[in-house]
């Protein structure tokens, strides 16, 4: 499975962006069958659990520092995983990385990179104050 995000970009703080994340390969169907995560690592920083969502997409966490502002979600066909971000501050600036595992209970939804099987390259969001 090969993940790939994307809709990163430049951005005001106060403002929104959306992240999409897509998959391919051989063994892909949708994401009905992969809990998917996105992670984000700012500059000088470790990378750090942002948002996941179960198989079921019943289950979902967030990091304290999105919680309310962030929503992760997947379309009706699950074929791409979004992240909408609201109300954007400086402190969001990072490469964002979206993760997904085929692993684990339907419902879970998970906040430890060594959960996920898969890494897509990450997309760089800056948020200019």
């Known amino acids: 499975v090969q993940l790939q995000a994307s809709g990163g970009g430049l951005v005001q703080a106060g403002g929104a962006l959306r992240l999409s994340c897509e998959a391919s390969g051989l063994t892909f169907r949708t994401f009905s069958d992969y809990a998917v995560g996105w992670f984000r690592q700012a500059p000088g920083k470790e990378r750090e659990f942002v948002a996941g969502m179960s198989r079921s997409t019943r289950g979902l966490s967030y990091a304290d520092s999105v919680k309310g502002r962030f929503t992760i979600s997947t379309d009706a066909s699950k074929s791409t995983v979004d992240l909408r971000m609201n109300r954007l501050n400086p402190e969001d600036t990072a490469v964002y990385y979206c993760?997904?595992?085929?692993?684990?209970?339907?419902?879970?939804?998970?906040?430890?990179?060594?959960?996920?099987?898969?890494w897509g390259q990450g997309t760089l969001v800056t948020v200019s104050s």
């Open positions: 993760a997904a595992t085929a692993r684990g209970p339907y419902n879970s939804a998970y906040r430890r990179e060594v959960d996920y099987q898969y």
